[in-house]
C-alpha cells in the first residue's frame, strides 16, 4: 500500500534486522498507539465514505511506521493508499520494541 511495504512485510524485516525482544513491549505503549489509530480522523483527509467497512494493520516500531496494510470495502486502491500514507505520517510514542496494531472501522449507513 503506498509507498511502503505491508504490515506483514514491515513486520517480518524489522524483526529480520533486530534481536528477537526479551519482552513485549509494555501495554501503555501498545495502548497509546491502538488509541491513536483509532481516532480515525485521519480517514477524513482520504474521502472514505461513513459506509465503507475500513481494517488497518500497522507494525510500529521506534516511533516509525514499519509498515502498513489498509483494506477498504468499498473503497479504490488510491484511497487504501491514502490512509496508508496518512498513518505512516503520523507520530506515534518511541519504544525499541515493534508493536502491530489493528484497528478496523465498520460502515454506518
Given at each position: 500500500m503506498g509507498s511502503g511495504p505491508g504490515c506483514e512485510d514491515g513486520r517480518t524485516a524489522w524483526l529480520d534486522e533486530h534481536e528477537p525482544p526479551d519482552e513485549e513491549p509494555p501495554e501503555e505503549h501498545a495502548?497509546?498507539?491502538?488509541?491513536q489509530l483509532n481516532r480515525g480522523t485521519?480517514?477524513?483527509?482520504?474521502?472514505?465514505?461513513?459506509?465503507?467497512?475500513?481494517?488497518?494493520?500497522?507494525a510500529i516500531a521506534e516511533g516509525q511506521v514499519a509498515g502498513v496494510t489498509v483494506s477498504l470495502d468499498p473503497g479504490s486502491v488510491q484511497q487504501a493508499d491514502c490512509v496508508a500514507e496518512k498513518v505512516r505520517e503520523m507520530s506515534y510514542p518511541e519504544h525499541p520494541e515493534l508493536v502491530v496494531a489493528r484497528t478496523a472501522f465498520a460502515p454506518t449507513l
Open positions: 495502548t497509546a498507539i491502538k488509541e485521519y480517514l477524513n483527509d482520504c474521502n472514505i465514505e461513513s459506509s465503507a467497512a475500513v481494517e488497518i494493520c500497522a
